[in-house]
Structures are given as structure tokens and as C-alpha cells.
């Protein structure tokens, strides 16, 4: 008796695990990929318009006030209920990476940003920024 010995192409399941390979790579891929930034962010250097006063000492016990501009986001006036606020900018500082932003409601807010966020800001341009909810703990 003669055994016969099928012998079968091990082609169409080499394209499969590569097909599974493949598509598990693409979705790998995807997440792995890192967010892009949406937008620039900007320090908050300054509110016009809020400050604290400070009364202190100096060396020799004589009296010395103190005032310390905001930097506070509660104190910007004319923000909506999102916190997006509109403005214009009145000047740009590419050596100190800040902008001046005079907003809606007339108040000057100064902002820090990163250097390649500024390329292209010029005095006169609008901006809209949002100021991020603060969570409550």
C-alpha cells in the first residue's frame, strides 16, 4: 500500500498572517502617533486694570507699597461663557516673546508666548484666545 503525502501550499496562510500583520501594524501606527498641538499657548503675564497691593518694610523699617499686576485669568474682563476672549494686538516684543492684546471690553492683557507662535503677529491683527475652565477640587 503506497501512503500518499498531500502537500499543500503554505502560500495562502503566509498571506494571511501577513494581511493580520499588516492591519495590526496600520492601527498600531495610528495610535502611536503623537497629537498634534492645536494651538499655541500663551502665558498670562499681566492684566491691566487688577493688581494687589502689598505693604511691606524695607531695610531700615520705613514703609513701602507694593503693587503687583495680575496674573490672573478671573481678572480678564469681556470673556464669554466658553472663557474665549477676542482682541487686538497692540504690540509685539519678538526679544521678550510677549504680545500686548487689547481686548473687547478695552483692557490690555499681556501674553508670553514660544517664539515660532509669534512669527507672523503684527500690531492690528486680531487674536482669539481661550482661557482654560479651572477645575474645581
Known amino acids: ?3 500518499r503525502i498531500a502537500h499543500h501550499s503554505p502560500l495562502p496562510f ?8 499588516a492591519v495590526t501594524a496600520l492601527g498600531c501606527a495610528d495610535r502611536a502617533t503623537p497629537p498634534q498641538a492645536s494651538a499655541p499657548s500663551a502665558t498670562i503675564v499681566s492684566v491691566e486694570g487688577a493688581s ?15 503693587r503687583v499686576p495680575s496674573q490672573s485669568a478671573t481678572d480678564i474682563r469681556g470673556k464669554d461663557a466658553e472663557g474665549t476672549v ?3 494686538i ?13 481686548t473687547s471690553e ?7 508666548m514660544a517664539p515660532g507662535a ?3 503677529m503684527k500690531p492690528g491683527d486680531r487674536l482669539v ?9
Open 1 to 3: 500500500m503506497m501512503l
Open 14 to 21: 503566509m498571506v494571511m498572517v501577513a494581511f493580520l500583520w
Open 52 to 66: 494687589t497691593t502689598y505693604h511691606t518694610r524695607d531695610w531700615n523699617g520705613k514703609t513701602v507699597t507694593v
Open 86 to 88: 477676542r482682541g487686538t
Open 90 to 102: 497692540t504690540s509685539v516684543d519678538p526679544t521678550s516673546h510677549r504680545v500686548r492684546v487689547r
Open 106 to 112: 478695552g483692557q490690555t492683557v499681556v501674553l508670553t
Open 118 to 120: 509669534l512669527a507672523g
Open 129 to 137: 484666545f481661550t482661557i482654560p475652565e479651572v477645575p474645581h477640587t
